[in-house]
């Protein structure tokens, strides 16, 4: 196989990827790819270049879905109450993030410093053994990575409010066709403060579950978010903080091309994230309308808003 065929097709891949991973963003709209371009995509790549190239990915989608989910410590014991709002999330890269160490030549013995996907857009070129060429191509130049997720909550039972997001899109027509893009997110918050009636603060447990998939198995993750969250209310305006955990796992399956027919399918597992995850933000209890920033410290640094619907 030509080496800068497969440079070509691994910025194919990414491209694929990245537009698939930045479809949640407001819009929810992506570029048109055929199977046929998918498949060249995939074609050139081998698993350890391939983690590297995307590595950035599970650190950005980690901090950012496991975001914007509870903004509030204070669960009423009983009561309908249903909001339904837009959470748009962003985390900063960092310089680090912008490349890694990929290999070649027999053995993998030849290493170079290359971009990943977020990295610069200039591709890298170094020579290989008999006159070869190795090209490894550039990175899109990305300083953040943002999506926007609908959210509904819905409570209160015993104490307990239910939080859901979800979002299907189909990617292409029947001849055009890339798969399903899907994220899916459950979880709870359950008031402490009804079993500590004098805490000076509301104070509430959550847990929220998400997958996050695209294709036929192509890219899967699952993220798992735990929090206490406490708050305080100041007339219209409602500070809180969050104390939690995240974890984050990614998957990757494709198959390996000749050029000319599939010799075999690969799979890259990425290394489960987990993370310690810091949360401040601030909450106005406006009528029928609420909306909200925050700042987070997790596996990146991310920032929030929202905006709800509801009581």
């Not at 926007?148 to 939080?163: E, H, S």
């Not at 509301?202 to 993220?223: M, S």
């Amino acid at each position: 196989m030509n080496c800068r065929q497969g440079g070509a097709r691994r910025s194919a891949l990414t491209g694929i990827l990245v537009r698939a991973a930045l479809a949640l963003v407001a819009t929810l709209t992506l570029t048109q790819v055929s199977q046929a371009q998918l498949s060249a995509g995939v074609s050139g790549l081998t698993g350890k270049n391939a983690e590297g190239y995307l590595s950035p990915l599970p650190t950005a989608l980690s901090s950012t879905l496991n975001t914007s989910i509870f903004q509030t410590g204070d669960v009423p014991k009983e009561g309908l109450n249903i909001k339904f709002g837009v959470q748009l999330m962003s985390a900063q890269f960092d310089d680090a993030d912008r490349t890694y160490t990929a290999v070649y030549g027999p053995g993998d013995a030849d290493e170079a410093i290359v971009p990943t996907v977020i990295g610069d857009t200039e591709a890298v070129l170094r020579p290989g053994e008999a006159g070869t060429q190795h090209y490894f191509s550039g990175g899109f130049d990305i300083d953040d990575f943002s999506i926007a997720v609908p959210q509904l909550t819905i409570g209160n039972l015993l104490g307990t409010r239910i939080t859901a997001r979800w979002i299907a899109v189909k990617l292409g027509d029947e001849s055009e066709d890339l798969g399903d893009l899907e994220l899916l997110g459950l979880g709870a918050q359950h008031s402490i403060t009804q079993y500590i009636p004098d805490l000076p603060v509301d104070l509430a447990v959550g847990g929220f579950y998400q997958t996050f998939n695209l294709g036929d198995h192509l890219l899967e993750t699952k993220a798992l978010h735990l929090d206490v969250t406490g708050s305080k209310h100041f007339g219209l305006l409602q500070p809180y903080v969050g104390v939690g955990y995240d974890s984050f796992e990614m998957d990757l399956v494709y198959e390996l091309t000749d050029g000319i027919e599939t010799v075999d399918e690969i799979s890259v597992d990425f290394e489960k994230e987990t993370n310690l995850h810091g949360t401040v933000g601030l909450l106005a209890n406006l009528p029928v309308v609420k909306a909200h920033i925050e700042f987070n410290l997790a596996a990146a640094n991310t920032v929030a808003l929202g905006l709800s619907f509801g009581n």
